[in-house]
């Protein structure tokens, strides 16, 4: 591991989960010293990856990044994959659904289509979620060991989003159990108040896990009938034939 860029992508993470923090703050969050985080942070401000507020001098995301993120969702395979499949998916339960993949420890939605009922929405894609608070974080780690050995790690820092976030690591690893059986996880107001969902894993011809298809739905609503679990793992089923898959759910890999 080059060192180096290990602590630049640390750096743009910890400013993406907190939006703006001072040197100091940077420097104490990745436990390092103020000027070696500010000789980094100078590279990644020249390339527009990091800027610096005049009035505070607080650092913050840079439109670098949306740039990147802009290539990396149009170049996407997945959603392309997904579109129609995850269109069907809302009509048949009524529900918005969402597709995510894993970035690091975090859940970031790449589609999105909203509530087929025309209620108010807000754009979703680029969205980041803790996969310890999601479904569809549960059902991307569930089958990922090495992904899920680091959310289950003491060293990493699960955040409570609710009063329901379930950060214990037994409790969440009974549950990743669960998913590897049914092929769904499941998730209760642990990462917003009033809302719920369900998701399962998508995985392409290498039998890896490529992202995470799910059914959001507002606690009023939850739980839901069971059809809505078998038309989720109808089109994770279905998505992932498309990708190239022999099997799903998949295996648990390493």
Not at 31 to 48: C, D, F, N, Q
Not at 112 to 121: E, F, G
Not at 172 to 181: A, I, K, N, S
Not at 228 to 248: K, N, T, V
Request: glycine share 8%; net charge negative; hydrophobic share 45%.
């Amino acid at each position: 591991m080059i060192q180096s860029v290990d602590r630049a992508v640390r750096i743009l993470t910890t400013l993406q989960g907190a939006r703006r923090m001072s040197l100091g703050e940077l420097a104490a969050k990745l436990e390092l010293p103020p000027s070696t985080v500010h000789g980094i942070v100078r590279t990644l401000t020249a390339h527009g990856m990091v800027v610096q507020e005049h009035d505070s001098g607080r650092y913050r995301l840079g439109p670098a990044t949306l740039r990147l993120g802009n290539v990396y969702l149009d170049t996407l395979d997945l959603r392309t994959r997904v579109n129609a499949w995850a269109l069907a998916l809302a009509q048949q339960t009524g529900f918005a659904v969402r597709t995510g993949v894993l970035l690091l420890t975090d859940v970031i939605v790449v589609h999105h289509v909203p509530r087929p009922d025309n209620s108010l929405s807000m754009p979703e894609v680029g969205i980041v979620i803790p996969s310890h608070a999601s479904a569809l974080g549960k059902a991307l780690i569930a089958f990922d060991a090495d992904a899920a050995k680091t959310v289950l790690s003491r060293s990493t820092t699960r955040r409570s989003m609710t009063g329901e976030t379930i950060t214990d690591p037994e409790t969440l690893r009974h549950q990743l159990d669960e998913v590897r059986t049914t092929g769904v996880a499941t998730e209760v107001e642990e990462a917003v108040i009033g809302e719920c969902g369900l998701a399962s894993p998508l995985v392409d011809a290498a039998g890896l896990i490529t992202g995470a298809i799910g059914v959001v739905v507002p606690s009023g609503e939850w739980p839901v009938e069971p059809s809505s679990f078998d038309a989720l793992r109808s089109a994770a089923r279905a998505i992932s034939r498309e990708l190239g898959a022999d099997r799903w759910p998949p295996a648990l890999t390493t």
